[in-house]
């Protein structure tokens, strides 16, 4: 019973969702899963405004050689953070 009433309320939130279209997200058993491939990338968020790619570097060359560094900006070229 509690079974078909959790999908019931699973049904109906859906229903509401296509009538406002709203995009639902399928039910875990229908996730698909895919093998991700590593790279070499790293992005590091939440840095402060005035950090500049040179510093990026500097700090981060430490570990070991650094190909390329960017920084976020908007479109008035003002750093995203």
């Known amino acids: ?5 959790a999908q019931a309320a699973s049904n109906a939130a859906g229903y509401a969702a296509e009538a406002t279209g709203a995009k ?4 875990p058993s229908q996730f698909v899963h895919r093998e991700l491939t590593p790279t ?6 939440n840095i402060l405004f005035d950090v500049t790619a040179e510093d ?3 700090e981060f060359s ?3 050689p650094i190909q390329s ?3 976020a900006s908007d479109v008035r ?3 995203k953070g």
């Not at 019973?1 to 009433?5: P, V």
């Not at 070499?40 to 968020?45: E, N, P, Q, R, T």
Request: net charge positive; glycine share 14%; hydrophobic share 35%.
């Open 1 to 5: 019973m509690a079974n078909s009433a």
């Open 62 to 64: 430490q570990f070991g």
């Open 69 to 71: 560094t960017t920084i």
């Open 77 to 79: 070229g003002l750093s």
């Open 40 to 45: 070499k990338g790293v992005y590091v968020g």
């Open 56 to 58: 990026l570097r500097r």
């Open 24 to 27: 639902v997200p399928p039910p």
